[in-house]
Every structure is written in C-alpha cells, then in structure tokens.
C-alpha cells in the first residue's frame, strides 16, 4: 500500500517523502473517512495545500 501512495505521489510530480508525512499527520485526525475532508489528502489536494 505504502508502495502505491509513493508511485502516486511522484505520478503526480510530488516529491514521496513530504506528501507521505502529510498524509501520517493527517489521517489520524480524521474522524470519518466519508468525510469531504479526507478526499483532500489525495494528491491534489496536497499540491493546493502545500505551497
């Protein structure tokens, strides 16, 4: 699963390492994965949040 995260991220042109911190930091906070909140962590969303 890691794996695919990683292949994900660099399809996308992110670099792994932060996208996969961002990730570690934000799904534990997540309360409901339904919520429209947690479809913000994908890869795009990540590129709108990080400058």
Do not use: R
């Not at 932060?18 to 969303?45: H, I, M, R, V």
């Amino acid at each position: 699963m890691i794996n695919s995260i990683i292949e994900t991220a660099k399809e996308n042109g992110l670099n792994p390492m932060p996208y996969l911190a961002y990730l570690f930091e934000s799904l534990p906070q997540l309360t409901d994965l339904n919520d429209p909140e947690a479809f913000c962590l994908g890869p795009k969303g990540f590129q709108t949040t990080v400058v």
